[in-house]
């Protein structure tokens, strides 16, 4: 059976990005396949070297995935830094991961920019620990969304470059996996771009009734189209793929219809997606809360979830010491 692997760093609630780029796929392919899904609290180092609180993030993103239908039995959910034979496998990647490679990511240059003050090793590295989460338990897929490609390209790198330099086939190289055809990119109510918490744009899954109809509300717009069938600009276009993604089909072709025939009304619009959202929202909403409360529940799933991974992550480093020539 194929292995199914993702992970979320415990920076911030989940969003509907996360939801639609990462999670949903995960929820669907539990049932079919050996699945781990995990909360990268290490990664999140690498930008909050000095966590407010991470234990309680933890606690809070794990709910939440349990909330979204991840099914404890089915798959295993854990913590990373339970798992310590991550961070042996990391240090591993990194002796044969070049300087040069890893400053080329996309999302490296973007935290030089962003965070010039805090420029760590384990910003630079982000990719290595990544391949690590992956490949410690050989997974084939992984659901993520868009942005998380070039990571995924180095993964599957590191994981050839082990296999070449030690003259093995024994990691798989595992594949980025989407629910459609292409990767999911949710976007943001402010025109341009992806919702992401960074982007301060996000629409998240415990909102409330009001607080979502408040964020859609205030979702850019322009003055409407005034030739029949033109094209949509970019903040038009984001409300219509939110359309797409939460409500019906009749819901899109009507106002898709009101388009073209330059009849559109954003308010109704916007009123109409808000209602969709929290249409969809409120039931996980309503769990996310009853599930926080149970913590001996919570601590039960997490410490079934680290053994669970213990055992696939301790076998994996017992045979890559072997290869690398250590005592297994
Ligand atoms: P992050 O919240 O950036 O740590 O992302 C966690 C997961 O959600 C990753 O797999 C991302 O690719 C996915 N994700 C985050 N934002 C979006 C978005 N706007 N559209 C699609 N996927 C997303
Ligand atoms: N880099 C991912 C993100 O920012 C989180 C992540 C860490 C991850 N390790 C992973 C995702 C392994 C998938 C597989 O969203």
């Known amino acids: 059976m194929e292995t199914v692997l993702s ?127 992956i490949i410690i338990h050989k997974a084939h897929k992984v659901p993520v969304g868009k942005d998380q490609e070039q990571n995924m390209e180095m993964a599957r790198r590191f994981a050839r470059r082990f296999n070449m330099i030690y003259g093995v086939e024994y990691f798989t190289e595992p594949q980025s996996f989407h629910l459609t055809d292409k990767a999911m990119k949710v976007p943001g109510l402010d025109g341009s771009g992806k919702m992401g918490k960074s982007e301060g744009n996000a629409i998240y899954l415990i909102d409330d009734e009001k607080t979502i109809k408040k964020k859609v509300m205030k979702a850019v717009t322009d003055s409407g189209p005034t030739e029949p069938n033109s094209e949509k600009p970019e903040a038009i276009a984001n409300l219509f793929t939110l359309l797409e993604i939460v409500s019906s089909k009749d819901t899109y072709d009507y106002f898709n219809e009101k388009y073209n025939q330059c009849e559109i009304r954003y308010g109704d619009l916007k009123k109409q997606l808000a209602e969709d959202i929290n249409a969809f929202c409120s039931p996980i909403r309503k769990r996310i809360i009853e599930i926080a409360s149970d913590e001996d529940y919570m601590k039960k799933v997490a410490g079934l979830g680290a053994a669970k991974a213990r055992e696939s992550a301790a076998k994996t480093l017992r045979e890559v010491r072997e290869i690398i020539g250590f005592r297994s």
């Open 7 to 133: 992970g979320i760093r415990p920076t911030g609630n989940l969003h509907l990005g996360n939801y639609f780029g990462a999670v949903q796929a995960f929820v669907k392919l539990q049932h079919a396949y050996n699945c781990f899904f995990f909360i990268a609290d290490w990664h999140s180092l690498t930008t909050h070297p000095k966590p407010d609180n991470i234990r309680n993030s933890v606690k809070i993103i794990l709910a939440e995935y349990l909330a979204c239908g991840i099914d404890p039995e089915k798959a295993t959910i854990y913590v990373q830094s339970d798992v310590r034979e991550v961070a042996e496998l990391y240090l591993y990647l990194n002796m044969n991961a070049y300087l040069g490679e890893l400053e080329r990511v996309t999302s490296f240059k973007d935290k030089v920019r962003s965070q010039p003050d805090n420029i760590n090793a384990g910003l630079l590295t982000y990719p290595s620990l990544m391949a690590a989460d």
